[in-house]
Every structure is written in structure tokens, then in C-alpha cells.
């Protein structure tokens, strides 16, 4: 089943085209990493997917992005219901400076969930999925920006979930931890993809072919190869995927 | 093989990382920056204990709390002190929202960088400008051309005018300092820009837009030139009527009165006695700054 598809999108930052006509096919509750060197595209190509880019001055954007048969740069789309239903987890670590309990909370509060007991017992679930409950559950009102790197990272995924998404988009969300950090990080991706679509913005080529089930090589705005990550990196068909994937540039 | 191994002795010393010794200009420098550095602290200590003896003495609790009165002879700058705080007060109330309004525009939605230089621009010619043309405009577009009469009324519009670029400036650099990516968390999370704004965004610029605040207070107690022009020299009476009546009629501070005091009319232990009362405020004001930061940073970890 698809739950993100993309025709023909292109982007200009000004006279920068940084993406150049992408038609990729995301397959629901399956994990995809976008791989790519440097300024390839990938990341801005996750960020059009939930539209963090609009507000990046002199950005324009063509072509469509459908979520659930929806494009999502119609002018009727309610942004916030948009974001609600694809979350997005970013490169480091951004707990606000408020309370691990209200971090989790701040985006139920956003959609408007006002009853206690509700927002506790999200938030508890939430934590739980985000496999930091148990480390967290007994100073759940003490300030977030004291948990280590991994755990404020596991907090953020926390506070995505809280608002039930049914995609998470996540950029490079393991590259400022620690190695233990990232594996309890990947862990948690395959647990999530059994419920959710998510879609990984990766530079660790092993860490693509460790958790994904597709993946997608980006080359200076162009996607070079789509396909099932075992194919990707056993037989890729493009050279310069086979390039990348053997370490001879990026 | 070793380096120190087939060394002999005159070799180990050049090699060794012991024998630490003052250099003659640093020496010299360190001591010429030392004397301007208890220069500076003599001058303010002496300039302030100064005011304080001289001031201190002047200060009593009928001083404080009643208003002059020529019949029995008794000097009291209770008017005065009411006229501050109502000063400061209106002043506040214009000032804040506008100002803090302002920076919030400037820095989260003014798409234009044309425009947000042209703000930047005019906000800091504002705040270079002398008090007393502030007080000549104020004298007559307030007090004249909206007719509002030398008043209180007319000295919070003026300085508001005068403190604005303090709050926009300050509070804009307050708002600069919070991280992108507390703004992209909350995006992200489908959080709208305004609410944003006020969960995250004012909440973590508090101190600094707290800070600005304080500053304009002491730029308020403090102004004297101005308000002469716009408010009013005498406060010899206390304020009458309703609150509104009250504002619209005329009254000095207690810079003002300091002025009066020591320059118009000669009673120079008046005036000290005003001085050591501001100095008190003003210092007051810079601990409470000072209590307001420490106690948001700790908030904060």
C-alpha cells in the first residue's frame, strides 16, 4: 500500500534547483531511508513531504505531493492538520525547555486536548512507544534538557507520537548520538514501522541497510534509484548508485 | 627509540616544560590596567557614598510621605514620587505591547529585509537622539497639536516614544536568542506561528524582555529634560480628582524636582536627598535585573 506519493516535484531555492522532478512511491508502515552525499536533495525532500520548507524565503515548489490521495500543497490544507498526521523528528535533539511531562503534552495541547487524564495517559503511551518510559517515569516533571542526548532524541520521538501521526519523517535522527544511543534509536524504528510509514533521512549507509525495507539514492537533486534495500545494495542498477554504496564518492 | 633516552643533561633542560617567567610588558600592562581598573571603581565609589552622606541625612519619613508645605516651612516630595510612578506606569503601559509587539513582528513575521533594516535603522537614530528634542516634539505634537496640555499624560506619550527603541532593540535580541529549532520542534508539530509565539517563543525570551522593561524604568526615573517641556516643573501639591484627572494635569518628577530644587531655588540638601533616592532606585533596579536572570536561568536548567 502507498501513503506518500510524489509526481514530478520540483524545487528552486532561488536560482538553486535543488530538487529536479522526483516521482517516488513511499509504501505505508514500511521504514524508507533517503540516501545521498552532502546537498543532494535528501533532506529537503523529506521536508516537502510535511511542508517545513514554506517558509524558507524565495523557495518555490511545483509538481504534487500526495498523502493518502491528498496533495498537500492545496491551497485548502489545514498545515497544523497536516503536521498532525505527518510528524517530523529532526537531526539533533530539540526538547523545549519545559518539563519532559509538558514536552510530550505541548503538541496535544496544539490540537486542542484539554481533559488531564487524557493528556496523562497519552503521554505515558506515547513515552512507552517511544521506548523511554522506564527511564523517565519517575521525574516525568523535571526539566527535559537534563536527559542525555539519546533520551532527549527519544523524548522528541515521544512528543511526535503523542499527537498519533501516521507518518514520522525523520532527518538524520541519529547523527549527533552516541552509538549506543543510535542503536536503542533504530531499535525503536523497526517497533515504530509495525504501526507507522517512516521515512529516515540517513549519511550511514549501514545504518539504510540495517533498518530499511526501501531505500531511495539522491544525487544532486535527482533521484538516481528507488527499490527494496536488499536490492539496492546487492545489485544496484545505476554505476554511480554502485559508486556511492561502495564508498567511491560522497 | 626514546627522544630523552640517549639525551644528556644540558639537552633534558631546553626540552623541559618548567620555568615559567614574567614577561617585562606584561608586567607593565597588567599594572597599568589594574590602576584604571581601581581608578574607575574610586570614582564611582567616591561619587556615590558622596550623594549618599550628603543625601542620606535629608531623608525622612515625613519627607517621603508628605507634600511641601510653605505655611509651617516643611519640605516633603510625596507628589513627586507619585508623579514618578505614574509616569512610569502609563509609560509601561504604551511602551510594553507596542514595543514587544514590535520586536515580535520585526523578527518572526516581517518578510521584507528591506524593510526590517529600514525599522533597525530608525530604532537606533531614536535611541542616539538627545532627550530635550524628544521633549520639544513632545511639547508639541502632545501637549499642542492633540491638545492634551502640559500633563503626566503628555510625559508618558513622549517617553514612551524615547524607550521604545530600548524595548524594541533589547527584546528583539531576547527573541533572536531562542533557537531554530525550538521554532522547527514546534512547527513540526503543527503548532500555528502565534502559538508558537506565545508558548515558546515569549516564555523563553522573558528574561531579556524583562530586562528591557527595567532599563526603561531607569531611563524614566532618570529623565529630566524632557519632562520639564511636557509635564510640568512643580509638584508641590499632591494629585487631585479621579485617575484620569489626575493624568491630565501637570506634575514633576523627582528628577524634575532635583533639578528644581538644586538649580531654581538654591535648597541644595533637597536635591542631594532626591539624588540619593534615585541612586537608591537606580541601583535597586539593576539588582533586580541582576535576581531576575539568575532566577530565569535557573527556571531554565
Given at each position: 500500500m502507498t501513503k506518500i506519493i510524489t509526481e514530478n516535484l520540483h524545487l528552486h531555492y532561488g536560482e538553486n534547483h535543488?530538487?529536479?522532478?522526483i516521482d517516488l512511491n513511499i509504501h505505508a508502515n514500511k521504514i524508507t531511508a533517503l540516501i545521498g552525499p552532502?546537498?543532494?536533495?535528501k533532506s529537503t525532500f523529506l521536508k516537502t513531504l510535511n511542508r517545513?520548507?514554506?517558509?524558507?524565503?524565495n523557495i518555490k515548489i511545483t509538481g504534487k505531493v500526495l498523502l493518502d490521495g491528498e496533495d498537500?500543497?492545496?491551497?485548502?490544507?489545514?498545515v497544523t492538520k497536516l503536521r498532525k498526521k505527518a510528524g517530523m523528528v529532526f537531526q539533533s535533539p530539540n526538547p523545549f525547555p519545559m518539563s519532559i511531562y509538558d514536552n510530550v503534552a505541548y503538541g496535544l495541547r496544539i490540537h486542542g486536548i484539554k481533559k488531564r487524564v487524557l493528556i496523562d495517559e497519552i503521554v505515558e503511551r506515547s513515552l512507552q512507544g517511544a521506548a523511554i518510559w522506564d527511564e523517565v517515569k519517575d521525574r516525568l516533571?523535571?526539566?527535559?534538557?537534563?536527559?542525555s542526548g539519546g533520551q532527549q532524541q527519544r523524548l522528541c520521538i515521544a512528543r511526535t507520537l503523542a499527537v498519533s501521526p501516521e507518518a514520522i519523517l525523520m532527518d538524520?535522527?541519529?547523527?549527533?548520538?552516541d552509538p549506543i544511543s543510535t542503536m536503542k534509536i533504530e531499535e525503536l524504528m523497526s517497533e515504530l514501522a509495525k504501526k507507522y510509514t517512516v521515512v529516515i533521512v540517513t549519511h550511514n549507509m549501514q545504518q539504510a541497510a540495517r533498518i530499511s525495507d526501501y531505500t531511495a539514492f539522491f544525487l544532486l537533486g535527482e533521484m538516481i534509484e528507488y527499490d527494496k534495500t536488499n536490492n539496492i545494495f546487492a545489485?544496484?542498477?545505476?554505476q554511480r548508485t554502485e559508486n556511492y554504496i561502495t564508498g567511491r564518492f560522497g | 627509540m626514546h627522544a630523552g633516552a640517549t639525551c644528556k643533561k644540558g639537552c633534558e633542560e631546553l626540552n623541559s616544560i618548567t620555568g615559567k617567567r614574567k614577561r617585562p610588558t606584561d608586567i607593565v600592562l597588567y599594572s597599568i590596567i589594574g590602576l584604571f581598573t581601581v581608578a574607575v571603581f574610586a570614582m564611582t565609589a567616591y561619587f556615590a557614598g558622596y550623594i549618599l552622606i550628603k543625601g542620606l541625612r535629608g531623608i525622612s519619613f515625613a519627607f517621603l510621605t508628605t507634600a511641601s508645605n510653605p505655611i509651617i516651612g516643611t519640605i516633603g516630595i510625596l507628589p513627586a514620587i507619585l508623579n514618578t510612578a505614574y509616569i512610569i506606569l502609563l509609560t509601561l503601559v504604551f511602551a510594553v505591547p507596542v514595543g514587544v509587539g514590535g520586536a515580535v513582528y520585526i523578527n518572526e513575521?516581517?518578510?521584507?529585509r528591506k524593510l526590517i533594516r529600514v525599522i533597525e535603522f530608525t530604532t537606533e537614530t531614536l535611541s542616539g537622539i538627545p532627550s530635550i528634542i524628544f521633549g520639544v516634539f513632545g511639547y508639541v505634537f502632545f501637549c499642542t497639536f492633540l491638545n492634551l496640555k502640559v500633563s503626566l499624560l503628555s510625559g508618558a506619550f513622549t517617553l514612551t516614544i524615547m524607550v521604545l527603541p530600548t524595548i524594541i532593540r533589547t527584546s528583539q535580541e531576547a527573541l533572536k536568542s531562542v533557537p531554530l529549532s525550538y521554532r522547527e520542534g514546534a512547527a513540526g508539530l503543527g503548532a500555528s506561528k502565534w502559538y508558537m509565539i506565545r508558548t515558546i517563543l515569549l516564555p523563553n525570551a522573558s528574561s531579556g524582555i524583562i530586562t528591557a522593561i527595567v532599563l526603561s524604568v531607569g531611563r524614566i526615573v532618570g529623565e529630566s529634560a524632557a519632562l520639564l517641556l511636557v509635564?510640568?516643573?512643580?509638584?508641590?501639591y499632591l494629585p487631585k480628582g479621579s485617575f484620569f484627572e489626575q493624568i491630565k494635569s501637570s506634575g514633576s518628577t523627582l528628577a524634575v524636582e532635583l533639578y528644581r530644587y538644586a538649580y531654581?531655588?538654591?535648597e541644595n540638601e533637597v536635591g542631594f536627598a532626591i539624588a540619593a533616592l534615585l541612586l537608591i532606585i537606580v541601583i535597586g533596579l539593576n539588582l533586580i535585573v541582576k535576581l531576575i536572570g539568575k532566577r530565569l536561568n535557573r527556571g531554565a536548567k
Open positions: 535543488a530538487l529536479r522532478g552532502s546537498g543532494c536533495g517545513m520548507n514554506d517558509s524558507v524565503p498537500i500543497y492545496d491551497s485548502t490544507v489545514d516533571r523535571t526539566p527535559a534538557l537534563a536527559l538524520e535522527p541519529t547523527s549527533a548520538l545489485a544496484p542498477k545505476d | 513575521y516581517a518578510k521584507s509635564a510640568g516643573g512643580s509638584a508641590m531654581s531655588r538654591g
